[in-house]
Structure formats: structure tokens, C-alpha cells
């Protein structure tokens, strides 16, 4: 059993950054495929950003360039760095983490508005 908890949501300008973190229970932290999903207003959830537990990372084509995704094995933490922010950026965040079985945080909400 991992579970996850996000936080660092906001409400934040257009063009400002914000830094999502995932802080994962559990000593095999390093084992999961981590990732950041995210659930616009009436939209379904999709893929944000991954990170391979060797380190390899994909990203969504509306997010590369802007978003950074990074783990932490030691302290058992994903981060998303968010620069470049847009209002369709707005969304709730969520954490994954995958291996043998799947887990998901509660959600961060991220507002982009001026």
C-alpha cells in the first residue's frame, strides 16, 4: 500500500510558476513509475508528465518546455516544476504512482487566472 499526498497548488497568475510535490509512504518508492495527471473543469483526466524509475521522463506536447518533473529517492518525493503557467493550466493535480499496482493522491487544485 503507498499513499500519496500532493501539495503546493495555488492560484497564480498567467506566466508565473508554481512547484507541485508528491511525498509517497513506503520504502520501494524507488520501484514506481511516477506521475502527474491533471482533471480540467468538465474535461477527463489526462496524462501530465511521467518519470521512469531509472530516471527517463515523457511529457504531454501542451506542457513540454514549460514543466519539469523530477523525483527524489531519498525523501520518497515527485516534484512538477510549472513555469510559463496558462489559464489552461487550470486544473486539479494529481499523483500516481505505478508498479505492480496503482495509487493517486487526493488532488491539488491549480488556478491560472489574472
Known amino acids: 500500500q503507498v499513499q500519496l499526498v500532493e501539495s503546493g497548488g495555488g492560484l497564480v497568475q498567467p506566466g508565473g510558476s508554481l512547484r507541485l510535490s508528491c511525498a509517497a509512504s513506503?520504502?520501494?518508492?524507488?520501484?514506481?513509475?511516477m506521475a502527474w495527471y491533471r482533471q480540467g473543469p468538465g474535461k477527463q483526466r489526462e496524462l501530465v508528465a511521467a518519470?521512469?524509475?531509472?530516471?527517463?521522463?515523457n511529457y504531454a506536447d501542451s506542457v513540454k518546455g514549460r514543466f519539469t518533473i523530477s523525483r527524489d529517492n531519498a525523501n520518497n518525493t515527485v516534484y512538477l516544476q510549472m513555469n510559463s503557467l496558462k489559464p489552461e493550466d487550470t486544473a486539479v493535480y494529481y499523483c500516481?504512482?505505478?508498479?505492480?499496482?496503482?495509487?493517486w493522491g487526493q488532488g491539488t487544485q491549480v488556478t491560472v487566472s489574472s
Open positions: 518519470i521512469l524509475p531509472g530516471g527517463g521522463t
Open positions: 513506503g520504502s520501494i518508492f524507488r520501484m514506481y513509475t
Open positions: 500516481k504512482a505505478a508498479w505492480i499496482d496503482a495509487y
